[in-house]
């Protein structure tokens, strides 16, 4: 029932915030002026930015097909659902207080693995400016694309290699504290803590297995189309047994959404109980120009078996990828020092809007003594279209191959396009 009333009051605020982008203006009462913002959601503030509140969020309807090694008999195979649907209410209370809650009715978060449909819940302190204090549930920061929000990301999914290690930025239903900040116009910096739900993240009496994540960016241009970047980024978890498995959609998201057909690619496969160590670190750099903008990441994780374990070995998996972007119609990309992340880009014409192609590319390999490797790479091109600051049209197309990593029908390639509507206020 409270989840009922909970939609309910969603889907009214919804509708409000949509309906409200028609109209603009301030409205002032005979004590603190109160400005109302209608341009992207619905925002409420005090002009001293004492108290504040904003109703805004996403919706991204997706429709893939694919075919090859991404579907278990190799046949063509095709989904449509909602990737993401997201109502989102953050705030400012007494001035140094913020507070985020993001619900997603789309059951994204439960298709991945999570039990809550809550994407973040989180407050935070930010009165020991330039430092943040941050604790709830929210992704751990770990990654420059991870950073940058699903609704600016280039390419409809991000990189496959994160998957490699996908407990690196994965909440995973736990809670967190997070401590970051910026210094000198060019430092971002973050250190987190983490205690994440699930048989992987407990010990055999209930005990939390908490993980710990670092991440350091240094950015000396740091403003849209003048960006250069480089971070690194380092990641553990206190585990005694997990099963050493690697897997990834490398940017095919339907092969999970597709329960019946779909293939999602197996690395290494699980053996339970058989590792008591996990942990990886990061490269990330990135560089923009006006509208061209390039990017790199690497990621490796160090999987280490149990001393005493008869039949398993130390794996090791590590992936990177490369983009290259470039707006068509001449906006560059947004920035944000704060996050050390890309984010949107700007129509400057509102009757074409913005155009922008790309091209990344993925690798990932594991690697296990007296195994063959298993590798995969994926190539993906795309367009997007920033119809105005709320609608933005995606189209891809991912070609991807495998060595030591087939389907049923022993396929080791496959085609896949994808494409999105996104609708974000």
């Not at 590590?318 to 068509?328: C, D, F, I, R």
Request: a negative charge.
């Amino acid at each position: 029932m409270i989840r009922k009333h909970f939609a309910g009051f969603a889907a009214s605020a919804l509708a409000l915030a949509v309906s409200a982008q028609a109209f603009a203006g301030t409205v002032t009462t005979d004590g603190a002026d109160i400005v109302v913002k209608t341009k992207g959601g619905l925002e409420v503030a005090t002009t001293d930015k004492e108290f504040g509140f904003k109703i805004g969020g996403r919706l991204q309807a997706d429709y893939t097909q694919f075919d090859g090694v991404f579907t278990d008999d190799g046949k063509t195979a095709n989904e449509a659902f909602f990737r993401r649907a997201i109502l989102e209410i953050s705030g400012t209370a007494y001035k140094d207080w913020k507070y985020v809650f993001n619900y997603d009715f789309s059951n994204g978060n439960t298709s991945s693995g999570n039990s809550s449909d809550w994407d973040e819940a989180s407050i935070a302190y930010t009165g020991f400016a330039p430092v943040t204090i941050k604790v709830g549930r929210f992704d751990p920061d770990f990654g420059l694309e991870k950073a940058t929000s699903s609704k600016w990301i280039t390419a409809m999914e991000r990189s496959g290699i994160y998957e490699i290690a996908s407990w690196v930025n994965d909440k995973q239903d736990g809670m967190g504290v997070q401590v970051s900040g910026v210094a000198g116009n060019m430092f971002y910096g973050s250190a987190g803590y983490f205690n994440k739900d699930g048989a992987d993240y407990e010990d055999e009496h209930g005990k939390d297995q908490p993980t710990y994540n670092l991440r350091a960016v240094f950015a000396p241009m740091a403003e849209a189309g003048n960006v250069l970047h480089f971070g690194v980024n380092y990641a553990n978890r206190d585990v005694e047994d997990f099963n050493g498995s690697v897997t990834s959609r490398m940017g095919v998201r339907g092969t999970t959404e597709d329960t019946t057909n779909g293939n999602r690619l197996t690395f290494a496969g699980s053996q339970p109980g058989q590792f008591d160590g996990d942990s990886a670190w990061g490269l990330e750099a990135a560089f923009a120009a006006g509208p061209f903008s390039v990017q790199s990441e690497y990621l490796k994780r160090d999987i280490d078996a149990k001393s005493d374990s008869l039949i398993a070995d130390d794996r090791e998996a590590s992936g990177y990828n490369v983009q290259l972007a470039y707006t068509l119609t001449g906006e560059a990309r947004g920035y944000k020092l704060d996050g050390g992340k890309f984010d949107s880009i700007k129509p400057s014409d509102k009757q074409i809007g913005a155009w922008e192609v790309f091209y990344r590319y993925d690798n990932a390999k594991v690697e296990e003594k007296d195994v063959e490797d298993t590798k995969a790479k994926t190539h993906t091109v795309g367009v997007n279209w920033y119809a105005n600051e709320a609608v933005k049209v995606s189209a891809n197309y991912i070609k991807g191959s495998t060595h030591n990593i087939t389907n049923d029908e022993d396929d080791n390639d496959g085609d896949a396009i994808a494409m999105r509507l996104q609708y974000v206020f």
